[in-house]
């Protein structure tokens, strides 16, 4: 019998590479190809009038928008790593985490008119928050609350356990560690978390639907949490769908907009976290 050829590891390597390339590719072009679309159907009505300080202009809801995401980030962000922190940290493995860890992906699942109506019932009624700024917040809160408690423990889980050893023999409280060991090593994929309840948060439009967004108001920019907003999403679906003065151009122009808005509030947080990275040399 002859010997049988053996592939070498570097061949391997370089096919598994340029299968990854190619995954990559299948999910990178047709983004872009999505976005230059909007682009070339969208352009003539890119104009500085479309961003008027008014009710009619894109303005209003571009803040609208960027103030409903910053707030839904400050609310989700404590609680789901708090969450994961107890998950990982203090919970003890039972039934009862299971449950906990089983009801996070199903919430994951749940359309997002399902939190939209729920945020309705509670925020909106029961509190007696109305549709406001709060309200929306709230409910993109929840919304995106599993995403950040299921990465931010992944982050966790990721942190080597001997050096929570070697906090605990230095004479360092369980706290301790997590405040000075724990957290600062788990950053990066607490951050990264965030970054992707974000990019959801930016584009909802069922949720803030029955809480907070508006088409036409008299103040155009809010000036407390309680006061409606204007944001981008749900101007968009109005001009698609109720708005029969509105042009076919403005409405792609509209959408590239929204798009443009959700990928810079992304680079922004990854911005942001390469330079806390740097300041704090994680």
């Known amino acids: 019998m002859g010997m049988r050829h053996r592939i070498s ?3 391997l ?3 598994a590479f340029g299968g990854l390339w190619v995954a990559a590719g299948v999910v990178v072009v047709p983004v872009f190809g999505v976005i230059a679309y909007m682009l070339v159907k969208g352009f003539g009505a890119l104009r ?9 202009g894109l303005l209003p809801a571009i803040v609208g928008s960027s103030a409903l995401v910053l707030l839904t980030g400050l609310i989700a962000a404590p609680l ?5 922190v ?6 003890h493995e039972g039934r009862l985490v299971r449950l906990i860890r089983l009801a996070i992906v199903n919430l994951a699942g749940v359309p997002s008119v399902v939190y939209g109506l729920f945020g309705l019932a509670l925020f909106v009624m029961l509190l007696g928050f109305g549709r406001c700024l709060l309200a929306g917040a709230c409910t993109l809160a929840l919304l995106v609350l599993p995403l950040v408690i299921s990465t931010s423990e992944e982050a966790l889980r990721q942190v080597p356990h001997h050096l929570r050893q070697a906090s605990w023999a230095l004479g360092a409280t369980r706290w301790q560690t997590i405040r000075r060991i724990v957290l600062p090593n788990a950053f990066p994929g607490i951050i990264t978390g965030l970054i992707l309840s974000i990019g959801r948060a930016a584009g909802e439009t069922a949720p803030i639907l029955f809480t907070a967004a508006f088409y036409s108001l008299t103040h155009p920019f809010p000036r407390s949490v309680f006061d409606e907003i204007l944001v981008l999403p749900y101007q968009l679906f109005v001009m698609a769908t109720e708005a029969p003065d509105v042009t076919l151009e403005e409405k792609w122009a509209t959408a590239f907009v929204l798009v443009a808005l959700v990928v810079g509030l992304n680079i922004a947080a990854i911005v942001l976290r390469a330079r806390l990275r740097k300041a704090r040399r994680w």
């Open 9 to 11: 590891p570097r061949v």
């Open 13 to 15: 390597e370089k096919v």
């Open 48 to 56: 500085l009038d479309m961003f008027a300080v008014s009710t009619e």
């Open 80 to 84: 789901g790593v708090a969450a994961a």
């Open 86 to 91: 107890y998950l990982t940290e203090y919970a």
